[in-house]
């Protein structure tokens, strides 16, 4: 099996998982979209420097991954490959914010590392909403869901398709890899300029597919509208669900629980 091979293994985890049956899986698409653009909103909503209110919102996708039956291991394997990226947007801020904001016993902690800080935990909680979605609802579910709520019917073709082309060059690309594996005869490594030829026919032969893949979309009757194969409908469940969503992100949002929480405790054991 090559790289290429195993990525393309990786990609179609999220799906897989999306087969499942829970009760997050039977919620209607348009619910947990809903609910997810809440967590979203609400994430980016707090300030900078506040890392304590961000911390009661892994509630909410630890109970996705609970109830949703997702591995945890799966999880973490997507947030690593995504995580340097988060860091990068972060780690300069210790040298550019150096004014002490906190001070915890005689440690001075500057507005650099809280805003640093809040950066990871705004993409660890960000970042598994989003991959959590995908493993309970499907890429095609969410499209469609997109699209039922009002999204431009463009766009959300735009994604669907984008996502179907990522395979066909995945596939092209093992393909040619293995061809070329096959008749180097153990050549050593591969130079530039035949990476460059592979790329350019990698490109004609991906477009040359995706050409057939329409014209096959098309004889069998697609005229641009997603279809999944569960047909959901709007229930209670699904308002309970996206009010239960609501009214707990309202209450980590507006009703400080790691401020009352730290109030009380400081009573009790005074």
């Known amino acids: 099996m ?3 091979e195993a990525g393309i293994g990786d990609l179609d985890t999220l799906d897989r998982l999306a087969a499942q049956d829970s009760p997050i899986h039977r919620l209607d698409p348009r619910a947990k979209v809903i609910a ?16 304590a209110g961000l911390t009661p919102l892994f509630l909410y996708p630890a109970v996705l991954l609970t109830v949703g039956l997702v591995p945890v291991r799966v999880l973490l394997r997507y947030l690593l490959i995504a ?49 959590l979605l995908l493993a309970c609802t499907g890429y095609v579910a969410v499209c469609a869901a997109l ?22 060059l995945t596939d092209e690309g093992s393909r040619m890899v293995r061809a070329h594996g096959l008749r180097s005869f153990g050549a050593g490594r591969t130079t530039i300029r035949v990476w460059g030829s592979l790329a ?10 995706g050409l057939r893949v329409h014209a096959a979309m098309l004889a069998r009757g697609f005229d641009g509208t997603p279809r999944t194969l569960r047909v959901s409908r709007w229930s209670l469940t699904d308002t309970a669900f996206v009010l239960g969503c609501g ?6 949002r507006f009703g400080d629980p790691v401020d009352r929480l730290g109030s009380w405790c400081v009573g009790v054991f005074r």
């Open 2 to 4: 090559t790289r290429i």
């Open 200 to 209: 350019g026919h990698l490109l004609l032969r991906a477009y040359d597919r």
């Open 147 to 168: 699209g039922r709520l009002g999204a431009p019917h463009l766009l959300t073709m735009q994604f669907l398709m984008l996502y179907r082309f990522i395979f066909i």
């Open 36 to 51: 997810t653009a809440l967590f979203l909103l609400t994430v980016v909503s707090f300030s900078k420097y506040d890392i």
């Open 83 to 131: 995580c340097p990226f988060a860091l990068l947007v972060g780690v300069f801020n210790p040298l550019l914010d150096r004014e002490i904001v906190v001070r915890w016993g005689g440690l001075g902690i500057s507005g650099g590392w809280l805003s640093f800080g809040s950066i990871v935990l705004r993409f660890l909680l960000t970042a598994s909403a989003v991959l």
């Open 247 to 252: 009214l707990f992100l309202a209450l980590v």
